[in-house]
């Protein structure tokens, strides 16, 4: 199958999708914000991709050469097409700056995403709270001694 049409068809419609996705598609180019904050978006690609064809034998060679011998002299007319898709969808936005990093999500569930984000910096001062607390009252046990 050495230079069957149906390839070039493929080979068009695989370039012309790797012109449109680029890693630049997917990861956006980072913007710097004036607190020096970098926000990179993020994005969702989905590709599909099909192609086909078919030879084409005219009636009166069918009739002549019987059904056709596969005889390489004879190049039958081609017949196919290729088709592609890409579907990109924003995912949400990194965010990098004041010693943390951070993914902001596009999609509906952002308060549950918050909560979930925000719970280490919670436990993290509860739990200064308590070793502060468990520090003044043993000051205050001493200073009764």
Same mark, same amino acid.
């Given at each position: 199958?050495?230079?069957?049409?149906i390839e070039l068809l493929m080979k068009t419609a695989m370039e012309s999708i790797q012109q449109i996705v680029?890693?630049?598609?997917? &990861?956006?180019?980072?913007?710097?914000?004036?607190? #020096? *904050?970098?926000?990179?978006? &993020?994005?969702? @690609?989905?590709?599909?991709?099909?192609? #086909?064809?078919?030879? /084409?034998?005219?009636?009166?060679?069918?009739?002549?050469?019987? +059904? +056709?011998?596969?005889?390489? $002299?004879?190049?039958?007319? /081609?017949? !196919?097409? %290729?088709? $592609? !898709? @890409? *579907?990109?969808?924003?995912?949400? /936005?990194?965010? @990098? #700056?004041?010693?943390? &990093?951070?993914?902001?999500? @596009?999609?509906?569930?952002?308060?549950?995403?918050?909560i979930l984000d925000t719970v280490p910096d919670l436990l993290d001062k509860l739990s200064g709270m308590l070793?502060?607390?468990?520090?003044? *009252?043993?000051?205050?046990?001493? %200073?009764?001694?």
């Open positions: 199958m050495g230079n069957h049409p680029d890693v630049n598609t997917i &990861i956006g180019d980072p913007v710097e914000t004036h607190d #020096g *904050s970098v926000i990179i978006p &993020i994005s969702r @690609v989905a590709c599909g991709f099909a192609a #086909g064809g078919s030879e /084409f034998s005219p009636p009166d060679q069918q009739k002549e050469n019987g +059904n +056709n011998s596969g005889d390489s $002299a004879n190049q039958l007319p /081609f017949g !196919g097409g %290729a088709g $592609a !898709g @890409v *579907s990109v969808q924003p995912v949400g /936005f990194l965010v @990098v #700056g004041n010693g943390t &990093i951070r993914l902001l999500p @596009v999609d509906s569930n952002v308060v549950i995403d918050r070793h502060k607390k468990k520090k003044t *009252s043993d000051e205050i046990i001493l %200073a009764r001694e």
